[in-house]
């Protein structure tokens, strides 16, 4: 009660903002000029609440992740219930019901040959520690040389060292840390729209630099179909095809990233069924919680996994909030809802929505391509547009959005109904048309 209370409390929303503004850093923000940020007091379905009461559809599901919506009774309740039990016990030498039963039902759920589940704490680590497992692999299996990873141009993977290696090198990371982060291979961005007859051009052009340093190369990392925080493309289902034969052929390892397009996001449960391949090493993460709490994991084959284990092998990774009891029992609720609920009808109807009403967006003026792939919309201008406008516009509108760069785009909860998500295109729409973005 004490704590609700606290949380209650708003002895003074100034004092409280001007300390948020002078003190607390938010994501990509700068610490003396921060950009405009909403006080939120709840979130309930698909709306957040603020501070003043004003209600917010919310078009983002926090980044990818709360797709059952807010506030979840069955998702609740399991917190509540492993509360009573154990937040969080060390995962060295100890495990529990809550982590035995979530590893169980990735392997159930995820490509069928994928056996060994390594539990993350974000999607960042889960995707440090795919990277040490095809070194290690690669070490184990005598290859030595093959150190580096191969990658595309335009991808997202994280905002730790050996994660910001593999994003788009123009994304302002790379030039940055240049000293630090390893230099890996890149591609150019897969050129061939998912929604459009599949242009070879860019995989032949992948081939042949791999080709080139295939001997240096322990494994190729790609998001599937959709390249999401390095700019909202989707790509043809036949590029990612031939990554998995060029890597077969080149005998190096697929890691695929499926930590936002993972858990029924694009239509499918996993983005890379579209393809038709399965990876050798796949990280899951973002809607793993239904959003409630930070936890991925890395999922190997067997192959990877014993190899790496031969001879006494370990894997050098093991943070300290592994398996987090909470986050564990969170998540076997979230995909216990996944699976009794009919994801897919919700999603493919989200898609046929988003279609239908972020289509009048085509003929505004600066509006460069609009498109959608399962529950994702995107705008994407032919300028960068002013975030911090647009966000008060959407405020007042009454929408949670949060643009970047040239991109206006939603992945709302699957939950979202129909003239929720015609509202929420209705403001991009207005938006546009009023000039806001600029
Ligand atoms: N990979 C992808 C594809 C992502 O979209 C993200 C998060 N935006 C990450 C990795 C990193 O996950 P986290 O922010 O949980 O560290």
Redesign the pocket.
Request: glycine share 18%; with cysteine; proline share 0%.
């Given at each position: 009660l004490n704590v609700l209370d606290a949380n209650d409390r708003v002895p003074d929303t100034a004092d409280a903002m001007r300390f948020d503004r002078e003190h607390v850093w938010h994501p990509y923000t700068s610490a003396t000029n921060p950009l405009p940020t909403a006080r939120v007091r709840s979130a309930r379905g698909v709306r957040i609440v603020l501070e003043d009461g004003r209600e917010l559809i919310d078009g983002m599901a926090s980044?990818?992740c709360a797709i059952h919506g807010y506030g979840h009774p069955e998702l609740d309740a399991a917190a509540r219930a492993q509360l009573g039990r154990m937040c969080h016990v060390m995962f060295g030498g100890l495990t529990h019901a809550p982590a035995i039963e979530l590893c169980r039902t990735l392997c159930e759920m995820t490509p069928e040959s994928l056996e060994h589940v390594f539990l993350a704490d974000?999607?960042?680590?889960s995707?440090e520690a795919a990277i040490k497992m095809a070194l290690q692999y690669m070490q184990a299996d005598g290859q030595t040389k093959r150190t580096k990873l191969f990658t595309v141009r335009g991808g997202?993977?994280?905002?730790t060292c050996g994660?910001m290696s593999v994003c788009d090198p123009d994304n302002g990371m790379h030039h940055l840390f240049s000293g630090l982060l390893p230099q890996q291979i890149f591609a150019p961005r897969p050129d061939c729209a998912f929604h459009e007859p599949f242009d070879p051009a860019s995989l032949d052009e992948a081939a042949h630099i791999l080709e080139q340093n295939s001997e240096h190369v322990a494994a190729i990392i790609v998001?599937p179909i959709v390249q999401?925080?390095g700019g909202m493309r989707f790509y043809h289902p036949h590029y990612l095809k031939g990554l998995r034969e060029l890597a077969d052929k080149h005998g190096v390892l697929l890691i695929l990233?499926e930590?936002?397009t993972g858990f029924g996001r694009t239509g499918k449960l996993f983005a890379c069924e579209w393809s038709n391949v399965e990876p050798d090493i796949m990280?899951v993460?973002?809607a793993l919680s239904g959003g409630c709490m930070t936890l991925?994991a890395t999922l190997a084959t067997r192959r990877v996994a014993h190899t790496i284990s031969a001879d006494g092998g370990v894997f050098m990774h093991g943070p300290t909030f592994m398996g987090n009891p909470l986050a564990c029992a969170v998540a076997n609720a979230s995909l216990g809802l996944l699976r009794t609920t009919d994801w897919k009808t919700r999603v493919n109807n989200i898609e046929t929505w988003l279609n239908e009403s972020l289509a009048p967006c085509r003929s505004l003026p600066g509006v460069a391509d609009v498109r959608v792939l399962g529950a994702i919309g995107v705008v994407e201008m032919n300028e960068a547009v002013n975030v911090a406008r647009l966000q008060e516009f959407f405020i007042e509108k009454g929408v949670w959005l949060r643009p970047f760069g040239r991109l206006i785009y939603m992945m709302p909860a699957y939950v979202m109904a129909r003239n929720e998500i015609g509202q929420l295109a209705a403001t991009v729409f207005e938006a546009i048309q009023t000039n806001r973005h600029r």
């Open positions: 980044w990818w974000s999607g960042s680590v995707v997202y993977h994280g905002d994660a998001e999401g925080a990233d930590i936002a990280c993460g973002k991925a």
